[in-house]
């Protein structure tokens, strides 16, 4: 069964960094695009991040210059650098990845059980 683990969430101060990652198993073949997303209290989903199989990137405005995304397409895994951390970026975080070819199947796009960022002022 293909699944997202996600870890490097925390507690830290403004200012400071933290990284994410998340590794996705289960006899992975390929992955198409794979991403960040954050969702705050009552707040909607929102994109953070966005990187294709070549690694083209994609950022929302509110993370641009701050955030990094990366991934390591042997070890089907993507990262998420934060840096200047701001108490507006407590949210949970969740890791997305599209169009999965596994040995079991096809998957669409596939969701992390998320996990939480906590900035403090």
């Known amino acids: 069964q293909v699944q997202l683990v996600e870890s490097g969430g925390g507690l830290v101060q403004a200012g400071g960094s933290l990284r994410l990652s998340c590794t996705a198993s289960g006899n992975i073949l390929s992955i198409n695009s794979m991403g960040w997303h954050r969702q705050a209290p009552e707040k909607q989903r929102e994109l953070v991040a966005d990187i294709s199989r070549g690694g083209s990137t994609t950022y929302g405005d509110s993370v641009k210059g701050r955030f990094t995304i990366s991934r390591d397409n042997a070890k089907n895994t993507v990262y998420l650098e934060m840096n200047s951390l701001k108490p507006e970026d407590t949210a949970v975080y969740y890791c997305?990845?599209?169009?999965?070819?596994?040995?079991?199947?096809?998957?669409?796009?596939?969701w992390g059980q998320g996990t939480q960022v906590t900035i403090s002022s």
């Open positions: 997305r990845a599209d169009r999965i070819q596994s040995a079991s199947g096809y998957t669409f796009r596939l």
